[in-house]
């Protein structure tokens, strides 16, 4: 396989919108399957959008650790034009560039680089590195991030999945709703995030922590969303819409909630423990310029989390939003309807232990309040009740939040205002 699948159809072709751009794409890494290749794929487009080079994955094909989708698709522009420098071109790439990747596209001069899933390990477009916008360097090219993300990273993850040797165990003492039991809700438009995972945070020994990080990774402000006792990243799905659009959002599941890991007894949940783990969650991400927000159950833990951390200082925290659902908005654990989003984590009894156990740990939050309260006294605080699963409602608050939380040296991020609201 050379790494090249130049064909009719995608030569030629005129590409009109960036979604079109990663389709052609995402059909050169499709090619790469039956080879055994990591299904990665690339078109780049001239000046006026059209396609005049592809590539796909072939280190394995071609014995070459270079022959990634990108490099491919810049050797076989430069040959039609008989020139290395590819100015006015976009490349559109269905994963992330790496570090060797970003430094071709620069010596390229593409204005462009468009892809679709984030490559948290080894991206150098702003995940790991951002050397395509890194002003100490002679040329900086347009990155635009996140297109079809969702299939994108299915892609990758279906390649994956059964050449992975167990890597997620889970303990004796857990379990762990199959994921067809969210396939519904997440498989759909209205959650187009991808799902991250850490399972070696000291505190859960082993448990598997599911949240979704989205948004660029320079982003003014961080929104670090924790959901209610009865709920789980679903909760905020309007909310986190709004905010990525020119911010970073991460919201986990908190462990027993969601999809991340359930132990199966209850005394095996403590606010305390919940709220180190969280600590722990945002060293390791090292969140800074974090707005901390909540609702129920989330909204003590929000409040809380800077203590256990020794305080915090300016540069890691910037405001906290306590969110209350309106009387009758919030799911109930008591009464979760079948076939609801908020019911899909829960399958049986043995699911359940977090929900149980959730008024115990709203009690053992109690004591620590009064702390909480006097650290946040007078740092940025916004306090709203609102109906989470309306779209409207969850607009006007995105409003006022970035509003209130605007760093001085940065304008809120604008989005579109419902007049009727």
């Known amino acids: ?43 780049l487009a001239d000046a006026q959008g059209r396609v005049i080079a592809t590539g796909c994955n072939a280190p394995v094909a071609a014995h070459d650790p270079t022959a990634h989708a ?143 990080d989205t948004g660029p990774a320079d982003a003014p402000l961080i929104w670090l969303l924790l959901h209610d006792g009865a709920a789980w990243g679903w909760q905020f799905r309007h909310f986190i819409a709004l905010l990525a659009a020119g911010h970073r959002v991460v919201a986990p599941d908190l462990i027993g909630f969601g999809r991340s890991d359930k132990p199966k007894r209850e005394d095996a949940h403590s606010f305390v423990w919940h709220r180190q783990a969280l600590c722990e969650l945002i060293e390791r991400l090292d969140l800074r310029r974090v707005v901390l927000a909540g609702c129920g159950l989330g909204a003590r833990l929000a409040q809380t989390v800077p203590l256990a951390m020794g305080g915090a200082s300016e540069e890691r925290y910037r405001g906290l939003l306590m969110l209350n659902a309106q009387p009758g908005c919030a799911p109930d654990a008591k009464n979760l309807r079948a076939g609801s989003a908020y019911a899909a984590p829960f399958p049986d009894a043995g699911h359940r232990a977090a929900l149980r156990a959730a008024p115990r740990l709203w009690q053992e939050s109690e004591s620590l309040l009064c702390a909480a309260h006097t650290f946040w006294r007078d740092a940025p605080l916004l306090t709203e009740t609102a109906d989470l699963e309306s779209p409207e409602q969850m607009r006007a608050l995105a409003e006022c939040a970035l509003r209130h939380f605007a760093p001085t040296d940065a304008p809120a991020t604008p989005t579109e205002h419902d007049p009727s609201h």
């Open 70 to 212: 990108e490099i491919q698709a810049l050797r076989a522009a430069a040959a039609q034009r008989g020139n290395y420098r590819l100015d006015g071109c976009t490349l559109y790439v269905t994963l992330e560039p790496c570090a060797m990747c970003a430094g071709a596209i620069l010596h390229a001069r593409l204005a462009r680089v468009v892809y679709g899933a984030r490559d948290p390990k080894a991206g150098a477009a702003g995940s790991v590195l951002d050397v395509l916008g890194d002003a100490r360097l002679n040329h900086q090219t347009t990155v635009t991030s996140g297109v079809l993300a969702q299939p994108c990273g299915a892609l990758l993850r279906d390649f994956f999945r059964p050449r992975r040797v167990n890597l997620d165990p889970l303990r004796e003492d857990a379990l762990r709703t199959p994921d067809a039991a969210f396939a519904p809700f997440v498989d759909t438009p209205a959650w187009p995030w991808p799902p991250c995972y850490v399972a070696n945070l000291p505190a859960l020994a082993g448990l598997r922590l599911h949240y979704i």
């Open 1 to 43: 396989m050379s790494g090249n699948r130049d064909t009719p159809e995608a030569l030629g072709v005129v590409i009109a919108s960036d979604a079109q751009g990663i389709e052609l794409a995402l059909s050169q890494a499709r090619a790469t399957l039956d080879a055994g290749e990591v299904p990665v794929g690339a078109v």
